[in-house]
């Protein structure tokens, strides 16, 4: 894992440039137990091995990894939450916590989380149908050997009463630099919360925005179905890069010299730089995605720029070369790597 990137960032067509990610996550707890924050060591235990049996027996989850939280170090944990495969609440989970990581890592499951178990499916580009998918049929399979908490009137019962219902999240990562820097993000921002939307950073939820990265997702489920959220997810996320193209084309009309110093600017940057930390190279990688969207930058591709802001994560770059590393010589080997991996480069400026 630690030597490759994510699948979810290997998309490659044209709504990959703006829509990095699709995921879904599915919240279930088992009928009769207390949520994990009630309960005590023994429940949790017994939850984990209700939901390990059931995963066991899964087809779709036959080939992955399950992992106890015990066997999970900080840097480890961090290493996960940057590619996307647990939460920022799991980081701090307890020893009757685990994951299973699919192949591919496009499906992962958190037990003893918030809630017993959180099924995530991830796929690349705007892909929240296909995502959904995945999903529910891991749903279906593991409901064969756990009976879920359900309500005939409030439908799945969750630990956060905002998830009861479907028990659903389902939520793009959007790249929006041209609204960004037309400092109309804010109105549209404002637009997407109205419509029951919520907008978070990078990470997720109690993240900050970098790069012009932004998660947007469902913030209710109660009282609709998992066809109506899904479509409506998508509706608004083809709606915002409707936006974002249309703030893009005045950016180039009204100010094109300045937008392409910024992207040739930034590309030099990181050609070139002997530091850089991680949060000035989702930045830069922001310009040069921009660049790359608009058929300006043709030196690298969206692959190589996916791949330089997996590996430049902090934990990443620690998995990388397989040793702890302070801040300081984080950003010395950040500048390194990323100079070797632009000298591979091929094509030219314009």
């Not at 999240?169 to 921002?189: D, F, M």
Request: proline share 2%; glycine share 6%; net charge neutral.
């Amino acid at each position: 894992m630690a030597k490759r990137p994510a699948v979810w960032l290997s998309g490659e067509d044209s709504t990959s440039q703006i829509v990095l990610s699709s995921r879904i996550r599915l919240a279930r707890n088992i009928s009769n137990c207390p949520f994990p924050s009630e309960a005590d060591t023994d429940s949790r235990e017994k939850v984990l091995s209700f939901i390990k049996s059931a995963i066991d027996k899964s087809p779709t989850l036959s080939q992955g990894r399950f992992v106890k939280c015990s066997q999970l170090d900080d840097l480890d944990r961090s290493f996960l939450l940057e590619r996307h495969l647990i939460s920022l609440e799991f980081r701090q989970c307890r020893d009757s916590s685990a994951l299973f990581i699919g192949e591919g890592e496009q499906v992962s499951i958190m037990i003893n989380e918030e809630d017993h178990l959180r099924i995530q499916s991830l796929q690349s580009g705007l892909n929240i149908r296909a995502a959904y998918q995945i999903a529910a049929k891991i749903d279906e399979e593991l409901a064969k050997s756990l009976e879920f908490a359900f309500d005939s009137n409030f439908g799945y019962l969750t630990s956060c009463p905002t998830n009861v219902g479907t028990g659903m999240r389902a939520s793009v990562l959007i790249h929006l630099p041209g609204l960004a820097l037309t400092k109309e993000i804010e109105n549209v921002i404002s637009q997407i919360s109205k419509l029951g939307l919520a907008v978070r950073g990078f990470y997720g939820e109690g993240s900050d925005v970098l790069g012009a990265l932004f998660q947007v997702s469902n913030q209710t489920t109660l009282g609709r179905s998992e066809e109506d959220i899904t479509e409506s997810l998508e509706r608004v996320t083809q709606q915002i890069i409707e936006y974002e193209e249309n703030a893009r084309n005045r950016l180039f009309k009204d100010a094109k010299d300045q937008i392409e110093d910024k992207i040739f600017r930034a590309y030099g940057i990181l050609k070139f730089a002997r530091t850089l930390t991680s949060e000035e190279v989702l930045n830069l990688l922001s310009a040069i995605r921009l660049g790359i969207g608009e058929g300006i930058m043709k030196m690298v591709t969206l692959s190589q720029i996916n791949e330089i802001l997996a590996f430049s994560q902090p934990s990443h770059l620690q998995k990388y070369f397989n040793k702890k590393m302070e801040p300081g010589e984080r950003d010395r080997i950040r500048a390194k790597l990323i100079r070797s991996k632009l000298a591979e480069e091929k094509g030219s400026i314009l």
